[in-house]
Structures are given as C-alpha cells and as structure tokens.
C-alpha cells in the first residue's frame, strides 16, 4: 500500500488524461498519472514494430487538437512539431483521379474536370463550413450548455450561445439545422452534383460511428472534421513529426515540468471507495494509492461498470448508462513497404509523388460507400471498404529507414458486433487484412509485393490492447444523441460523476473524440473551480 497523498490520481495516459494532469500540475496540484500500457498516449501513440519504421498504430492525423493547449503548455518547447498535410487524393477504378490542393486554383482545375459548377461552388461551400465551424468551436472550447439547467451560469451561456446563433443570419441558421438533421450525402447534394467530389468528402460524417453517409446526423460529424487547425491555418490536417505519440509525449514532458508524476505498466483495478466517495485506487497488484480526486480519462462504460461497479450507481444511472453507444466499426492496417505506392491512374514522376503528401481516399463513390456499410449492417466486414491512408515517411522521413515507407490504413467497415459474435475476430483478423491489401491492390498493382510488415487491428483488437470499448476510437459515437449536455449522460456532462470527488476527462465526455485535448483541458478547469483538490 502507497501511503504518499496526491491531491489526483488521472487514471489512463492517454493524451486527454495528459491534458488534464498537465493543466492541474501547472495549477499546483500534486498529480499521479496511471498507465495501463507500457508506452504513454492511449490511441495517441507511436511504436516501432518492425526495425526502423516508427507507426503511430492508432490516431494518425491531428487537426482538432486545441490551439490554446499548445500555448498553455508550451508544446513546441517540449517538442511538438505538425507536418501539414498538403493534398487530398481520390483515386479511382476506371483511370481518373481527383486531387484536392492547398492552392484553389489546382483545385478548381481538377473539380472542373468533373464538374465546371462544382469547381465554382466549392469556394462558396468552404466558406459557409467555415463559418459554421467558427461557431461551433464555441461549443468544443466551453463546457456543454445545458438546457435543463436554471442554474445563472448555465442560462448566461444559452443566452450566449442563441445570440451568437442569430447573429449568423436566417441563412446559416438554416444551415446549421440541417447539420443536425441530414446525412452528409444529402447535405453534399445541396452543394455538389458530382459523386467524384462528394463521396471522398461524405465520409467525414461516419468516422467513429456505426453510420453511412446516407445515415441521418452524419452531417454534423463532417462539420465536426471542418473545425481543426494547424499553425493558424483553418481546416488544416497533418502529421505530427516523428508520430502521433510524439503529441503525447510533448504533453506528458510538459506535465512533468509543472510537477506530475507519471507512471506507465500502473493498471488500475478498481476505485477505491468509501461512504460513496472516491478516495484513491487500487492497482492490479493490490497496492492502495490514495488522492483527495480520482479523474478517470477511460471510457464510461469501463469507468462506471468496470472501476466503479454497478452496486454503487442508481439503478437509473446505469440503465443510461448502458444506453450509450460505442459500436465500434473501424479498423486499422498499418505497413510497412520497401518502395513508394505508384497508383495507376496517377502515377509518380520520377520517385515523386506530389499527390501522396497528404491523404488517400479509397472512395470513389457514394454507392461504393454504401454497399460498405450494407456489409456490415449485416455483420461482416466490408469486403471493399472505405480506407483512408496516408504515407506519414513522404513528409517525415524519420519514421521510415531511407527508401522505405510506413502506410497506414484507416478502415470502414469493421463492426465490433460481426454475427458471429466479437470473439471471433481473431480468426478474422487477417482475412480482415487481406480484403483491405486486396483492396489497394486494385488501385496500386504490385502493392502487395512491396509489403515487408503488416498488422492488423481490428475493433477487438482496439478494446483488448488499448481499452477502447467497442473499440469505438471516440469512447462512444458521435451521433446528435451523444453530444453536449448528452455526453455520456445527461445531468453528467461537465465531468462530474455520481461518485464523490470522481470525475471524468476523456473522449466519452464533452466536446468528444479525436486528438482534441478539449476534454482533459475543460475537466481541469472544472475541477480548478472546485475546492476538492
């Protein structure tokens, strides 16, 4: 048993819990950060598993996370460096491609050739994203209004919220109604009538959820992937240099430059309760460590019914509780290739490939997406899958020894649920693999000869190794359900608990998934605002 005090025990590594340590640390706190896994960042990680290639296995492209986080923190001085990504590739069956640049006028030329009113709306649709994501950063940067308070704070920010709303005029009000409501494909065909540009652009809308792009509400998630930006560049996505666990490790340095002790091979078993109040952990190997707060960066369902236990809760909390979804239905392949993909309907020019600076999408069109998921309504993986990928070594040749490449594959569909049941999936895994390299085999012939590693992760996967429930990568779905006041569970979103002194700072809380840090960031100022620590 420790008998050392902590004023907070964060409880998962991950880049969230990493936040908020830092952020408490920085405030005076005295921090313990508890690690299940033997490397920090939760699905913010990096590791090298084959000599020489560096992957960032799970989270691989950062655009969401807060600007504020990283000047609170200092990141840059603990190492934190972004790699833009410089173009969006579609690449398809019958020989043509499109290409997305960071420069407007290559992007019209490549849309026109698809569709001359498509290339002229496209700016207009970019500036109306973003406008709307100017808005809704509102949301992901404060703590979820709720609308069933009458608490003074909590009306003063509705009161806010509605007039910053009116004051975008009846024309994006109606814009963001339809958000709410529509399916990304729909809301893409007010805009857009070709299915080239619209299917790569869809899929924004059904990452982290059990939905297709026909799928009412997706079309909030595609506004959710509109609001990041990278060095001031709006709608930026990128790398971060040296691995996505590169992010984490900047956090967790700048954490333990305030004070924080962090420890990773630490798995907690339990909370350690008393009198309906938290008052420290215990680990796997029985040793007591005890705080005056426990803050739990794991998902809800393995907070509340794994830590916790259903014995402490409400009967009516825990029935909410177990209403909320995960439903995982992604997957990951990652490789590692002795050559650079050359894709046929493209290909590279003398060993360069300006298209491959940025990210691939397998997805060449809305029908192609939905037969995807018609495959895993039904309980199996999708045997033409959506993929996004990218080729991190093309802009951080760190990763890769010289000539060789890392390609990382984000893959839909891989339902956690497949009818025969989840505990199967290890006897799928590689068919799992194989449908994806087949898949890039179509557009990339002699891929699968340039492969020298491969591993598969699939929705089980994710939950066994990295503690994601469902293996959902956003602790839960980002449906309109699950959002805001709703997040994990109404009357408990702004990171409080039903347990005494145990609080939330994950991805399963407001404002949700992705490299966001928002989560982690807003719970230590909840937390700060208290007198419990």
């Not at 806010?160 to 809301?187: A, H, I, K, V, Y």
């Not at 026909?214 to 560049?233: F, K, N």
């Not at 491959?356 to 199996?380: N, Q, T, V, W």
Request: neutral net charge.
């Amino acid at each position: 048993m420790t008998t050392k005090q902590y004023d907070a025990i964060i409880v998962g590594g991950g880049h969230n819990g990493l936040v908020c340590a830092a952020y408490l640390a920085r405030a005076g706190r005295k921090v313990l950060v508890l690690e299940r896994r033997h490397v920090l960042g939760g699905a913010a990680v990096s590791e090298e598993l084959h000599p020489g290639f560096h992957f960032s296995v799970c989270s691989y492209v950062v655009s969401l996370f807060r600007p504020r986080i990283i000047r609170d923190l200092d990141l840059a001085r603990h190492g934190l460096e972004m790699l833009p990504l410089e173009s969006s590739f579609t690449p398809l069956p019958d020989g043509r491609s499109l290409c997305r640049w960071p420069e407007w006028h290559r992007t019209r030329r490549e849309i026109a050739r698809f569709s001359k009113r498509d290339a002229d709306v496209y700016p207009e649709f970019g500036m109306a994203m973003a406008k709307m994501a100017f808005f809704a950063r509102e949301l992901v940067d404060q703590p979820a209004p709720d609308p069933t308070s009458l608490k003074i704070k909590d009306l003063h920010r509705l009161l806010r919220l509605g007039n910053q709303m009116r004051s975008l005029g009846p024309d994006m009000m109606q814009l963001n109604m339809q958000l709410l409501t529509m399916s990304s494909s729909e809301f893409l065909d007010l805009w857009f009538e070709s299915d080239v540009l619209k299917a790569p652009m869809s899929v924004s809308g059904i990452i982290g959820t059990f939905l297709g792009v026909r799928s009412p509400g997706t079309a909030y998630v595609l506004l959710h992937h509109y609001m990041g930006e990278i060095d001031g560049a709006f709608r930026s996505w990128g790398f971060v240099k040296g691995g996505t666990g590169q992010l984490s490790n900047a956090v967790a340095s700048a954490a333990r430059s305030f004070g924080a002790e962090i420890r990773a091979d630490s798995p907690v078993e339990r909370v350690l309760l008393h009198d309906g109040e938290a008052q420290g952990v215990v680990l796997e190997n029985g040793d007591e460590i005890r705080a005056k707060i426990v803050v739990s960066g794991v998902d809800p369902r393995r907070t509340f019914l794994g830590m916790v236990g259903e014995d402490h809760l409400e009967d009516e909390f825990v029935t909410r509780l177990r209403r909320y979804k995960y439903r995982g239905s992604s997957g990951k392949v990652n490789l590692a290739v002795d050559r650079l993909p050359e894709f046929a309907c493209r290909p590279n020019e003398n060993g360069r490939a300006e298209h491959l600076r940025g990210d691939i999408a397998i997805a060449p069109s809305i029908e192609y997406l939905e037969k995807a998921y018609d495959e895993a309504k039904y309980g199996d993986f999708s045997r033409r899958p959506y993929i996004n990928v990218v080729i991190p070594s093309v802009l951080d040749p760190s990763v890769a020894p010289p000539g060789k490449h890392i390609v990382s594959c984000f893959v839909q569909y891989a339902p956690y649920h497949i009818k025969e049941g989840a505990q199967y999936w290890p006897e799928r895994r590689e068919a799992f693999g194989d449908a994806v390299v087949d898949t890039l085999e179509e557009y990339c012939p002699g891929f699968k000869d340039s492969i020298l590693y491969r591993q598969v992760l699939t929705p089980w996967d994710l939950e066994q190794e990295f503690g994601l429930t469902e293996g959902n990568i956003f602790h839960g779905e980002l449906s309109p359900e699950q959002l805001l006041f709703q997040r994990p569970v109404s009357g408990w979103a702004h990171y409080r608990t039903p347990i005494r002194r145990l609080w939330m700072c994950g991805s399963g809380t407001h404002p949700g998934g992705g490299i966001m840090g928002a989560p982690g960031m807003l719970a230590a100022e909840a937390i700060l605002g208290t007198r419990e620590t």
